[in-house]
């Protein structure tokens, strides 16, 4: 319907669908975001007309395409009166924010990682985590989130705000994180499995018990390489829980 707030969903559903066979759900982390929208009064606008925001066919080259989605999906947004569209996936955020108006220009409204409307409310005071999480948690800094739009504070001041939560850092972070191993779903080969693994261990050797991930495909890649088998000098890889920054904020909250 209509609403001044707009979540754009991206493809969560299709990956629910798609990557079940290795025990991700990712639509829940949509319903757990909209739920903490919820809990800060924001009942969102959605509409049935969106569609998958066009990132990969963009960094495929399926320029025609792209520009198809791109105006399907800012269209539906604008029917919604929207002034403001936030989203938990950092490719959806890059794509919009940046991408779009390079297509229709001037959008109309602005675009928002979920982690920064977050923290805004918790900086005004309308945020607070009341349930404590006795746990020690890493942060991976996925690419898109990251070094392309700069959000690096953020999600870091959110987990550091939930009680009992240990934020280690590890020694790639920020402007220096890691990457996932792929983007785009190009192409998950021997090289972007060593970068998964390597990562992986990464974080296990902070001590961490929970890596937690800004990017639903970050989530999807290094869960998949854990469910794999994988060499013997990293079978220690698979120790460590990978969840999404929704999840764990959700948890904090009770939701």
Known sequence: GKGDIYFFLGCLPL????????????????????????????????????????????????????????????????????????????????????????????????????SELLAQALEEGKLKFEKRLERKVTYHDSCRLGRHMGIYEQPRELLKAIPGLELVEMPRNRQEAACCGMSAWLLCGEVSKRLQLERLSEAVETGAQQLVVGCHKCKVHFTCVQNEKVPADFEHVKNIQVVDLVEILAEALGL
């Not at 669908?17 to 739920?35: M, N, S, T, Y």
């Not at 800060?40 to 990132?55: M, Q, T, V």
């Open 15 to 114: 990956f629910e669908v798609e990557f079940a066979d290795i025990g991700l759900q990712p639509a829940q982390e949509a319903v757990k975001a909209v739920r903490m929208l919820n809990l800060l009064g924001i009942k969102p606008a959605i509409s049935p007309e969106e569609r998958c925001c066009g990132h990969d066919l963009l960094w495929t080259g399926d320029f025609e395409n792209f520009e198809k989605l791109a105006k399907m999906n800012v269209e539906a947004i604008r029917s919604t009166g929207a002034k403001t569209v936030v989203t938990a996936c950092p490719e959806c955020y890059r794509t919009l924010k940046l991408d779009y108006p390079d297509v229709v220009g001037d959008l109309g409204f602005d675009v928002l990682h979920i």
